[in-house]
């Protein structure tokens, strides 16, 4: 089954090289760097979103972190990185390819879909993947930010969720749920975080509740 939808995947993604369209010019998109100073642990996070120039490819990465203070609980430290290269299709959907490390599962290629909608105010990001493995995930990765710029001081907030199904044994494998809410100047941003965090079938909860830092580079 995983050889077919990656075959799949291959021709839609031939195909759109192949096709004579016009390339979209976009303006160029922050790359914004977050930690969150939690009660339980130091967390990390890095979003980049780049369109090469007069081109309709372009390049998805999104890269998390976690650690404990004291290296004395081990289960807090984790590593995330997920490196997509995609193209343009139809109205800023993409077709992606590419892999994913984590320090659970180690290295998987994965295939999916993005799409990137934004205007003065808002910003939406959705990503589902599927894990090219001989045993799948699909994942589901979407965030909404407000990000209003018609002041020197503007609110700032984020809704972000991830959930990772396995396919093969049919049960939920890891999730999470991400809330900011504070305040940004200029590239600047800083507020209340929460993350929650969960592991497994059973759904092993980590939660962590701090201040967050982020700034976002052109």
């Known amino acids: 089954m995983q050889q077919r939808i990656f075959i799949l995947f291959l021709v839609l993604f031939s195909t759109a090289v192949c ?7 976009s303006p160029p998109k ?12 130091l ?43 995609s193209y343009d299709v139809f109205k800023g959907i993409r077709v992606t390819m590419g892999g994913t490390f984590s320090s659970f599962k180690g290295f998987s290629p994965i295939a999916g879909l993005e799409y990137v909608y934004a205007n003065k105010k808002f910003v939406l990001v959705a990503n589902p993947t599927i894990d090219l493995k001989k045993q799948p995930t699909l994942a589901n990765y979407a965030h909404l930010e407000y990000t209003p710029k018609d002041k020197k001081f503007n ?19 890891r999730s999470a749920a991400v809330i900011r809410l504070g305040v940004s100047h200029k590239g600047f941003s800083t507020g209340l975080g929460l993350n929650q965090d969960y592991y497994d079938p059973a759904k092993n909860v980590k939660s962590n509740v701090g201040i967050f830092f982020q700034y976002k580079f052109m």
């Open 30 to 41: 922050p790359t914004p760097v977050e930690f969150l100073f939690g009660h339980n642990r």
């Open 155 to 173: 609110l700032y907030g984020r809704l972000q969720g991830l959930y990772v199904h396995n396919v093969a044994a049919s049960t939920h494998e």
């Open 43 to 85: 967390q990390g996070q890095t979003t980049i979103i780049k369109n090469f120039p007069q081109s309709k490819f372009g390049f998805f990465s999104l890269s998390t972190l976690a650690g404990d203070y004291s290296n004395t609980d081990k289960t807090n430290n984790e590593l995330f990185s997920n490196v997509q290269l």
């Open 19 to 25: 096709a004579q369209e016009k390339p979209v010019v």
